[in-house]
């Protein structure tokens, strides 16, 4: 059974082209996260809601935003998509504290021409 | 800053042989996870040490922590070809209260029959 559901899976786009991923978790977690991970590097955290209270990185462009209009629902908006910013973008949840393991989705492939 | 960091990067071993993976990091912890990624894919947890245990042990993999020398050790036992994935330590550091946990950059672990 799906916990943690992303889509699309692929995600192709334009350069400067605003483009929106989704999550959505079973798990009624209080904790989520929005990860970007590119080629053979470790996954660099985003930003993180813990319930409704919002957790922006210090190193995140502001070309990134998150909304989470409810416990289910994430969403990682990308302003003016760049070349950099092609990556593999994971969603993770957590059951209450930040630290705790950690369950992700299958992750959004996002391309950038 | 990157707080945890696995060693070897590649590994590359038959099946049924052991695999062994090491983290380093820098500060003092709560716990240390890891997690199996593989390609293309979310991260999966495997299994979480807290900072007062020495080892753990779950199916054919085996956790150690020594945080006098702030290492952790993945052995997996018996290796097969579905263990063919990337591994990734994930640190709880002590001074960074509330904050999510830290992922190196990871293993990729190689498995032929």
């Known amino acids: 059974d799906a916990m943690v559901i992303q889509n699309p899976r692929y995600q192709v786009t334009q350069f400067g082209k605003p483009v929106t991923l989704s999550c959505s978790q079973t798990l009624n977690h209080n904790v989520m996260y929005w990860y970007q991970q590119k080629s053979s590097q470790a996954p660099k955290l985003l930003f993180h809601?813990?319930?409704?209270?919002?957790?922006n990185e210090a190193d995140t462009p502001d070309n990134f935003q998150s909304r989470r209009p409810n416990t289910s629902f994430c969403f990682l908006d990308i302003r003016s998509p760049g070349l950099g910013d092609a990556a593999m973008y994971l969603c993770a949840t957590s059951r209450d504290s930040g630290t705790e393991t950690q369950y992700f989705g299958p992750g959004t492939r996002l391309l950038v021409l | 800053s990157q707080q945890g960091e696995e060693d070897p990067q590649a590994l590359s071993i038959q099946e049924g042989e052991n695999a062994t993976m090491n983290c380093s990091y820098k500060t003092s912890i709560n716990n240390l996870q890891w997690y199996r990624q593989n390609s293309g894919r979310g991260l999966v947890h495997l299994i979480l040490?807290?900072?007062?245990?020495r080892e753990k042990h779950s199916g054919r993999l085996r956790v150690t922590l020594d945080t006098s020398k702030k290492s952790s050790s993945l052995l997996i036992t018996a290796s097969r070809a579905a263990d063919t994935a990337s591994y990734f330590c994930?640190?709880?550091?002590?001074?960074?209260?509330?904050?999510?946990?830290?992922f190196g950059k990871g293993t990729t672990l190689s498995v032929s029959s």
């Open positions: 994930a640190t709880d550091p002590t001074n960074q209260a509330g904050t999510a946990l830290i």
């Open positions: 809601y813990y319930d409704k209270d919002f957790n």
């Open positions: 040490i807290r900072s007062n245990e």
